[in-house]
């Protein structure tokens, strides 16, 4: 067999492969486009929805829950956003089977074993990050911010004189499209925050990490979790210390998954003759 047949043979695999990929990359981003359309549809309620934790805020201060819109074409790029927003968790479940079905054939039996629960696990960590941000975090925040408002005895912030100069007010207006991308930001940051434990249980299981070096590390986790709610959040204290405490409580319950993974797979070795205890000797 000369070379030139050696390479097509290994061509040919290659190229189905690329072949089912691209299958595989069309069928998730029709599935996007379908979610982003339906979405579209309902921009206005998912919209009002996502405007609740203002809402409830501003209510509880005596104010009116509105918003505006500071440039013509706002309201459509807040419906794009909400629409791209909505699409993409829509369709998630579509694009994770494209992605189990394009790397399923390629594992043995064990790693799908392996593979499948993380695959579901992530998304459901994600709705649950998502959701504490949504009901929990956001209305501290906009509680916080909203605390900067100047009211005075009659509505103003500096009671003036009506013969010579009027009171001033300093209230929130707020820009629907700043409002949206603001909580936007919340979700996302906190959804994928919420991504730690499946992602070091992942490491874990793959032995790139351990359980005693991730403990190891703790003083260098703490710096590097103090700079990520600096750079995910708004300056103001209250939401980076919430997100430092989930963060930090995520990677403690990291190091316990990954410890529980270390002693099955040491179970299972012992268990196959292949674990040497005196390895564990000084």
Not at 31 to 42: N, Q
Not at 236 to 245: K, S
Request: negative net charge.
């Amino acid at each position: 067999m000369s070379a030139s047949d050696d390479m097509d043979e290994t061509a040919a695999p290659l190229i189905e492969h690329l072949a089912e990929l691209r299958t595989r990359l069309i069928r998730s981003v029709i599935a996007f486009l379908i979610g982003m359309i339906i979405c579209f549809t309902v921009a206005t309620p998912i919209f009002n929805f996502l405007t609740d934790p203002l809402c409830q805020v501003l209510g509880e201060r005596g104010q009116d829950c509105d918003l505006i819109f500071i440039s013509p074409q706002e309201g459509f790029f807040v419906a794009i956003k909400v629409s791209l927003l909505g699409g993409l968790m829509l369709s998630f479940p579509v694009i994770a089977h494209q992605m189990w079905r394009f790397v399923a054939p390629g594992l043995y039996k064990n790693e799908k074993g392996a593979f499948l629960p993380f695959l579901i696990s992530s998304p459901v960590m994600f709705v649950l990050g998502a959701s504490f941000a949504f009901y929990v975090v956001t209305p501290l925040a906009y509680d916080f911010f909203l605390g900067f408002q100047q009211f005075g005895a009659e509505g103003e912030a500096v009671p003036g004189d009506p013969a010579t100069s009027p009171g001033l007010s300093v209230v929130f207006q707020g820009s629907a499209q700043e409002y949206l991308n603001l909580t936007i930001k919340f979700i996302v940051a906190f959804g994928m925050c919420f991504q730690l434990p499946v992602l070091l249980t992942l490491m874990g299981k793959a032995g790139l990490v351990s359980s005693e070096g991730l403990g190891n590390v703790r003083k260098y986790a703490v710096v590097a979790i103090l700079v990520l709610a600096a750079l995910v959040t708004p300056p103001d204290v209250i939401t980076q210390g919430i997100l430092f405490v989930v963060v930090y409580g995520l990677y403690e319950v990291s190091i316990f998954l990954v410890r529980r993974v270390e002693t099955k797979r040491e179970a299972k070795l012992r268990a196959e003759g292949y674990y040497d205890d005196e390895d564990e000797l000084p």
